[in-house]
Structures are given as structure tokens and as C-alpha cells.
Antibody, heavy 118, light 109 residues
Framework: EVQLVESGGGLVQPGGSLRLACAAS????????MGWVRQSPGRGLEWVANIKPDGSLGHYVDSLKGRFTISRDNAKDSAYLQMNSLRAEDTATYYCVRWGYDYAVDVWGQGTTVTVSS | QTVVTQEPSFSVSPGGTVTLTCGLSSGSVSSSSYPSWYQQTPGQVPRTLIY???SRAPGVPDRFSGSIVGNKAALTITGAQADDESDYYC?????????FGPGTKVTVL
């Protein structure tokens, strides 16, 4: 069964950092683009970042460039999202996703919740 | 900055047909925008319905179809059922980035 399991969410103070992890199973991880999508409470979906199968290039929504970094470890079938200088508006559920179709998501994780508050 | 537009809400009768659209504040959505559609019920993980304009994801009923209508992407639900009551989001690739629309809330009653 294809599965993505996120971890690392929690409560963090404004200005703090958090690293999310996504453990993949049931497919050949190293051949797929991976990414993160977030959803603030009561709001819509927002694409955050993607990373190429070999990890050589990350692609980000403009508003998050410089604060968030996506990475992956193909040996561990895992993707990561390093989030720095967190703000209240970063409070959201963060979904790990697989880009299994051309320019579209085919697999979603269950999500991990990040709350930025003092 | 490109803004993706969707109708805020739609109401459809059981067995009826509804077409949701996905446009751009400036420009057109075409197949080169690789539009895809996602369904989300409250508290649940999004589900992929349609990718690359009109390809249905595995397990998606054929009452869901995607197309380009004029300068917008469209998702049509033909023969709506009660469990189609959800939020529907489109996603497009434009200007080198991915952008979700704000979502359309579909009510079946």
C-alpha cells in the first residue's frame, strides 16, 4: 500500500523553527517528485514546495522562499520540510504529497499540524 | 501575482448536474496549465479527482469529468449524489508555480 506518514508538527513560538518529516512506503520513492501542501484552519489549500526525485532542486511558493527548505533522503525514503522564522500565519496542517501525475498530486499523507503561537 | 478564481459555492439537486470552473485573474487556463481537481470533505484529507485537465484518478466515479470551457478549466458532476457534498479545489501550473484555487463548496440538496 502506498503511504505517506508525516511527523514533526507541534506548537512553536513565533520566530522558532520546526522540521517536518515524511516517511514514504509502498512505492519507489527515489523516482517521484515529492512536495508539501498546507491548509490553514478553515481555509483552502496552498502549495508550499516540491523537490525533484534526485533532490537536486527545490521549488517554492514565492511567499515562503528563504524561510522554508525542502529536502529528501532517498536512502531513507523520506522527505523533509525545514521551517524557520515561523509566523502565526504559518499555522496550518501540512500535507506531504507525491506528484505522481504530470503536475498533479496523486497521493496525500494524513497531515501534521503546526501551531505557531506564544 | 496570479490569482486563481473559483465560484464560492454551488447548490445542486440529487441527480442533477453542476459545472465548477477554475480561471485566472489575468489570462486563460489551458491544457498547458495542467489543471487538476481535488475533493475535500470537512476534517478529511483531500482526494485527487482529475489530473491533466480530464484524466480521472483511479477509483473516481465517471460522473466526475474535467474539461476546458472557454478560458477556464471545468469540473462537471453529472448525476450528483449526497456524498458529493464537499469542497472542490482546482490546481494549476502558471508562471512556473503551482497555485490552488480558493475552492468551491458544493451542497447537494
Amino acid at each position: 500500500e502506498v503511504q505517506l506518514v508525516e511527523s514533526g508538527g507541534g506548537l512553536v513560538q513565533p520566530g522558532g523553527s520546526l522540521r517536518l518529516a515524511c516517511a514514504a512506503s509502498g512505492f519507489t520513492f527515489r523516482t517521484h517528485y515529492m512536495g508539501w501542501v498546507r491548509q490553514s484552519p478553515g481555509r483552502g489549500l496552498e502549495w508550499v514546495a516540491n523537490i525533484k526525485p534526485d533532490g537536486s532542486l527545490g521549488h517554492y511558493v514565492d511567499s515562503l522562499k528563504g524561510r522554508f527548505t525542502i529536502s529528501r533522503d532517498n536512502a531513507k525514503d523520506s522527505a523533509y520540510l525545514q521551517m524557520n522564522s515561523l509566523r502565526a500565519e504559518d499555522t496550518a496542517t501540512y500535507y506531504c504529497v507525491r506528484w505522481g501525475y504530470d503536475y498533479a498530486v496523486d497521493v496525500w499523507g494524513q497531515g501534521t499540524t503546526v501551531t505557531v503561537s506564544s | 501575482q496570479t490569482v486563481v478564481t473559483q465560484e464560492p459555492s454551488f447548490s445542486v439537486s440529487p441527480g442533477g448536474t453542476v459545472t465548477l470552473t477554475c480561471g485566472l485573474s489575468s489570462g486563460s487556463v489551458s491544457s498547458s496549465s495542467y489543471p487538476s481537481w481535488y475533493q475535500q470533505t470537512p476534517g478529511q484529507v483531500p482526494r485527487t479527482l482529475i489530473y491533466t485537465t480530464n484524466s480521472r484518478a483511479p477509483g473516481v466515479p465517471d460522473r466526475f469529468s474535467g474539461s476546458i470551457v472557454g478560458n477556464k478549466a471545468a469540473l462537471t458532476i453529472t448525476g450528483a449524489q449526497a456524498d458529493d457534498e464537499s469542497d472542490y479545489y482546482c490546481l494549476v501550473f502558471v508562471g512556473g508555480s503551482f497555485v490552488f484555487g480558493p475552492g468551491t463548496k458544493v451542497t447537494v440538496l
